[in-house]
């Protein structure tokens, strides 16, 4: 394995994460003005980095609007950095824990102590945001961290690893280049904590190789998120944000809706208002500087490849929005599609689509959505549009998923104070807010014990203050001397 540091030297990154373990073990563990020193220089650097940030994630994708880049990915960042500045004498601060009578003389508190080095493997989707905002709670608690961002962006990587040479020194943050068997002997690395974002087969394969080494894990994996529309609630306003959804960063994100649960009665008004909101969205048709191109071919035909088979066992697809004649105008430029019918058991239905494809399936009451998401794996996220009435209440307290947005899509990620994570197989652990510190950081209980030591009472000879003890404490019976 081969990694990059601010030398500029090809080391063993078992090396680097040696040097990165003794620096935290040998230096003072990092003060609040340190921290926020180190989370002013990232936010700097992403400032300063911007221009090239832009332009390597559209070059790696083919075509990415620079708006959609500093939007989706730039500005939640900077968010995140403010947020933790912000918050972090908060987050720091030792937390004092109930004692109860017995032990009333002393007391008790919680510490929040770094874990010491942290790896994060980042996804190409998002592959500025995915990698530097697990970096900043990674430095906000205190820790060192090693980057190993994706193969599938190499230009966007170079640009990161340029930044992080530029800012921090090598026992502070290390970037780590490489293709797959990169990736498998980093996740095999004794870390203190490996953070993972990616699909959930990859996921896999990283907790295994992370048990090697006991190393703790969170996994931000995906799955597939449903979008649920209320009977009568097909309109514009709904439609937009749930086209907003699907097709930013052309319906790669692993929050995205995967596919759609329509009322039987509102399926001819919601193919036409979504293909009236995707007008609306990109009149230029997929020419429009604003709608992105698949990453890669494989990613392209896996995802033709879906529609294919989707359409060769009976279901409808709908091309919304663009001409079909002109949407390969660009190089690996997808037309929004709707899939209507596809039969459950078919690819679509059953492998996270990440593109811009939306199978809708029809019900006709409430208790066979509930029931259609309750049979599959639990997803990321789950999407409810309607009234907050007892049907919203329903949906809400019957199904689990990560996050769930009502009334919107994805926009929940860009809360920071609230946790972000999956459930299942969409993942394991959270982050942002107050539990994305408490993720990479150890919580250390202290008992402080007191002048007096009620019990030091019942210790060994036992006598009648430990019948008394048992016997207030349990409520049973005396017990007999030498049982």
Known sequence: MILNTDTH?????????????????????????????????????????REELEEAVSQDFGHRSRHETGILELMVIIQSINYL????????????????????????????????????????????SLTLIPLATALAAGNRAMLKPSELTPETSEVIRRMMVETFTAEEVSVVLGGPEVGAAFSRLPLDHLFFTGSTQVGRKVMNAASENLVPVTLELGGKSPVIIGRGHVNSRNMDNIVFGKLSNGGQTCVAPDYALVHEDDLES??????????RFYPQGP???????????????????????????????????????????????LAPTLIVGASDDSAIMEEEIFGPVLPIR?????????????????PLALYYFGERDGDCDRVLQRTTSGNVGINNTI???????????????????????????????????????????LPSLVRAPFGRFAEFALALTIGVGKTKRGA
Request: no cysteine.
């Open 270 to 279: 919601f193919v036409t208002e979504y293909s009236t909101s995707v007008s």
């Open 411 to 453: 926009m929940h990620v860009a809360q920071e104070d609230l946790p972000f994570g999956g459930v299942g197989q969409s993942g394991m652990g959270t982050y942002h807010g107050i539990e994305g510190f408490r993720t990479m950081s150890h919580a250390k209980g202290v008992f402080s014990q007191g002048h007096w030591n």
């Open 85 to 128: 500045s912000r918050n972090l004498r908060r987050f720091m601060k030792p937390e004092r824990r109930h004692v109860s009578l017995f032990y009333r003389a002393g007391s008790a508190h919680v510490e929040f102590q770094p874990l010491g080095v942290v790896g994060i493997m980042a996804p190409w989707n998002y592959p500025v």
């Open 9 to 49: 030297e090809s080391v063993n990154a078992t090396d680097v994460l040696a040097r990165q373990r003794h620096a935290f073990l040998n230096e003072d563990v990092p003060t609040l003005k340190q921290r926020k020193a180190r989370l002013a220089k990232l936010r700097a650097a992403v400032g300063a980095y």
């Open 287 to 333: 020419t429009s500087q604003d709608y992105t191109s698949i990453v890669n071919d494989q990613h392209y035909q896996r995802l033709t490849g879906l529609i294919k088979e989707a359409r060769e066992q009976g279901a409808k697809v709908i091309e919304t929005g663009f001409e079909p004649e002109t949407a390969v105008s660009r190089q690996r430029t």
């Open 362 to 378: 029809t019900y006709r009451h409430l208790d066979e959505v509930i029931q259609y998401v309750n049979d599959r794996p639990r």
